[in-house]
């Protein structure tokens, strides 16, 4: 195990593995490409699943339709399956329900923010 950062090693007989991370605020209004640009070393893009795990733990994220949507850097779609990899991911609250679909990785708005955590510094 010398490969694994000190929380892993630490959590290793854990069926769960806890690592801090940010809902978006932290990237709030850049697009997905710039706020992988601007991650720190340490820092990196979460995708859908690990999004969606985080939803289900804190439903009360989502509540009002001014909630700050979330995109999943982490994961890449191509929309038309030719290799193009432009789109990404994203939840959102629209019309009382919570909403998947995926835009333009090269898209920014203030009403969106890339969800990002933090390994170990090493």
Same mark, same amino acid.
């Given at each position: 195990?010398?490969?694994?950062?000190?929380?892993?090693?630490?959590?290793?007989?854990?069926? +769960?593995?806890?690592?801090? =991370?940010?809902?978006?605020?932290?990237?709030?209004?850049?697009?997905? %490409?710039?706020?992988? &640009?601007? $991650?720190?070393?340490?820092?990196?893009?979460?995708?859908?699943? &690990?999004?969606? +795990?985080?939803?289900?733990?804190?439903?009360?994220?989502?509540?009002?339709?001014?909630?700050?949507?979330?995109?999943? @850097?982490?994961?890449?779609? =191509?929309?038309?399956?030719?290799?193009?990899?432009?789109?990404?991911?994203?939840?959102?609250?629209?019309?009382? %329900?919570?909403?998947?679909?995926?835009?333009?990785? @090269?898209?920014? @708005?203030?009403? $969106?923010?890339?969800? @990002?955590? $933090?390994?170990?510094?090493?």
């Amino acid at each position: 195990m010398s490969g694994l950062s000190p929380v892993c090693i630490e959590q290793s007989d854990h069926d +769960i593995l806890v690592v801090p =991370a940010q809902f978006g605020l932290r990237h709030r209004g850049r697009s997905a %490409r710039r706020a992988r &640009a601007a $991650f720190e070393a340490n820092e990196f893009g979460l995708g859908a699943f &690990a999004v969606g +795990i985080m939803i289900l733990m804190h439903p009360e994220r989502f509540t009002n339709f001014k909630d700050l949507c979330v995109d999943c @850097s982490g994961d890449e779609y =191509a929309p038309d399956g030719g290799g193009d990899f432009s789109d990404m991911p994203y939840f959102l609250l629209g019309d009382g %329900r919570l909403r998947f679909g995926t835009f333009r990785a @090269s898209d920014a @708005s203030d009403v $969106f923010g890339t969800v @990002s955590a $933090f390994g170990s510094q090493q």
